[in-house]
């Protein structure tokens, strides 16, 4: 089984700080998902990272892949309140599977 | 929105009630997911429809679970003797029409068993 290990795993900020949240797993994934899911929501797809040492921007947020592609992390830049949200790192099973397996998430509260 | 209706959106029920939750996607996309996430915990797998292939269930809790698609479409996840520890949020979704992993959510039906 591929575990994906998220941190921290709670995270509460003021508006405008920057955070860094990661995903690690000891396991190689040919590719990674993020989502974020709000309060009584499904989670939303962020983006996909798929090649080592991949960056990504999408607004104020960056995601990073790994070099092994081991490991990703999302940094969010001056954070607003409408970033609150539990964010979730995904990636296939072991084996090839279809079956994505999740993170537990990093729950992060942005204080106006 | 993410092409994924679930309903109900929430249902309380009584310890050792059936419970039956339905999810539509929109149509052509043949992989359907289940998972189920409990407070504090992360989502877990149910299980996964891939177009006429067998389903893979192998994350079902227990015989109590149990869940069909029918016409490749409509799927419904049945929950028979509920217990409270089934109490969780229950999340459909869809994949990607070409399989790359992403998947894409119903809002989910938030199940509450007293």
């Known amino acids: 089984t591929q575990l994906l290990e998220q941190s921290p795993q709670f995270l509460s900020i003021q508006e405008g700080e920057n955070l860094t949240v990661y995903c690690n797993s000891s396991?190689?994934?040919?590719?990674l998902q993020w989502y974020r899911q709000e309060p009584g929501e499904g989670p939303v797809l962020l983006v996909t990272v798929v090649t080592g040492g991949e960056v990504k921007k999408l607004k104020r947020l960056t995601f990073q892949f790994g070099d092994a592609r081991k490991d990703s992390s999302l940094h969010i830049t001056a954070a607003q309140p409408g970033d609150t949200g539990l964010y979730l790192c995904?990636?296939?099973?072991?084996?090839?599977?279809?079956?994505?397996?999740f993170g537990r998430g990093t729950s992060l509260i942005v204080h106006p | 929105g993410a092409g994924v209706s679930q309903s109900p959106s929430n249902k309380v029920t009584e310890k050792g009630k059936d419970v039956e939750l339905r999810c539509d996607p929109i149509s052509g996309h043949t992989a359907l997911y289940w998972y189920r996430q409990s407070l504090g915990q992360g989502l877990e797998f149910l299980i996964y429809?891939?177009?006429?292939?067998?389903?893979?269930k192998s994350g079902l809790p227990s015989d109590r679970f149990s869940a069909e698609r029918t016409g490749g479409s409509v799927s419904t996840l049945t929950i028979q003797r509920t217990q409270q520890e089934d109490s969780a949020v229950y999340l459909c979704?869809?994949?990607?029409?070409?399989?790359?992993?992403?998947?894409?959510f119903g809002e989910g039906s938030r199940l509450t068993v007293l």
């Open positions: 995904a990636g296939p099973g072991s084996g090839g599977s279809y079956i994505p397996t």
């Open positions: 396991s190689v994934f040919s590719s």
């Open positions: 429809f891939q177009g006429n292939s067998a389903p893979d």
């Open positions: 979704a869809r994949g990607a029409v070409v399989n790359t992993g992403e998947l894409f």
